[in-house]
């Protein structure tokens, strides 16, 4: 899967936009639309929403970057005055060297062809996804007969399973991009009427990150926190941003993500911490969004397979109940008594 992530990383996210589209697509295609016209134009659809997504981020990104320097100058005042604060409060001036702490350049701009590299490999393989998503959804009947051919005797087992995994796709796609679009809502309205110059681009990229459970929230809030302190002159307004955004995740873990997203995607939170970690290690950001649903997919394989429902058990998060955790215990007792 390391290898071939070059390959399979946009086919799979083809096939899970595929399915989130299969319904606009039908919808079209219901209307007397030719199948070839109703999937592209959903795919269009997606992506005019897509690039303007994108189109914003750069030119933020890019305005940001120019101001790589003016930030520089102003880490290195505020280093100085705090240092200068703690040199009068505790005396340490004996044990740092303030001179090489100021010498070092914190926003580095030396590797912008590695960085130009790999932007342009990102977008080769975001180019090739609607190329995935038109051929899986035009071939969806050739695929849906090649799986009934194979089982045989199971048609409708394996009907039912393809209807299931599409659901649980459908549903984490959907659901999550709704959550993006509250989260981008609420962190960009703090940002614009609290003045940061880059609001668009710190709300998508907020957002966006909100994708990667646990690790993307703790990553972009430490940078918009950082930059804030950057260009702010009182400690209240990173102290602010970290207590507005901690709540907008409160929010959202608690109360959005429930309700919109809800148990679609039914695995305990120990498998979605492993399946992030895991994902991140083989795929990188992709990984870290796609192994969520993926492992939710493999759960609902198990679950069909009797030799294997234990193991979709340990995945899911039905705790058992108490009788049984009683009744389980006990036994465990009688059997280490006896030994």
């Known amino acids: 899967m390391n290898i071939g992530a070059f390959i399979l990383v946009p086919l799979v996210w083809g096939a899970f936009f595929a399915f989130a589209l299969h319904p606009i697509s ?31 981020l750069i030119n933020q990104m ?16 505020k280093t100085n005055r705090y240092w200068s604060e703690l040199e009068t409060t505790f005396g340490i001036n004996n044990y740092f060297n303030k001179e090489e702490w ?15 590299f790999n932007t342009g490999k990102s977008i080769a393989l975001i180019g ?16 849906v007969a090649f799986l009934l051919k194979v089982s045989a005797n199971r048609n409708e087992s394996i009907l039912k399973w393809v209807a299931d995994a599409g659901r649980v796709i459908n549903a984490y796609l ?15 309205l703090y940002f614009y009427f609290f003045g940061i110059k880059y609001y668009l681009l710190f709300a998508l990229f907020i957002a966006i990150l909100n994708l990667i459970p646990y690790i993307g929230v703790a ?22 941003t970290l207590a507005v955004l901690w709540a ?8 959005i993500t429930p309700l919109v997203v809800g148990a679609k995607v039914k695995v305990n939170v120990l498998v979605v911490l492993l399946a992030v970690l895991i994902g991140g290690a083989v795929w990188g950001i992709s990984g870290m969004v796609l192994f969520i649903p993926l492992v939710g997919i493999l759960k609902i394989t198990f679950d069909r397979i009797p030799s294997l429902q234990p193991y979709g058990y340990l995945l899911g998060d039905d705790f058992p109940i108490v009788e049984e955790n009683q009744s389980l215990l006990k036994l465990f007792k009688n059997k280490f008594n006896k030994k």
Do not use: C
């Open 62 to 77: 890019v305005l940001l970057l120019s101001d790589i320097p003016e930030m520089n100058t102003l880490l290195h005042e």
């Open 128 to 143: 090739i996804i609607p190329l995935y998503i038109f051929l899986l959804l035009y071939y969806r009947d050739f695929f």
């Open 248 to 255: 907008i995740q409160l929010i959202e873990n608690n109360l």
């Open 102 to 116: 100021q010498s070092i350049q914190w926003f580095p701009n030396d590797n912008l062809n590695e960085t130009l």
């Open 26 to 56: 039908k919808w079209l295609e219901s209307r007397y639309i030719p199948r070839p016209f109703a999937i592209a134009i959903s795919i269009l659809f997606v992506t005019v929403i897509g690039a303007a997504i994108i189109y914003i």
């Open 174 to 188: 959907v659901g999550m991009v709704k959550v993006t679009l509250f989260v981008a809502l609420l962190s960009g």
């Open 219 to 240: 990553i972009s809030s430490v940078l918009v926190i950082f930059y804030v302190f950057l260009t702010s002159d009182t400690i209240l307004a990173p102290a602010l």
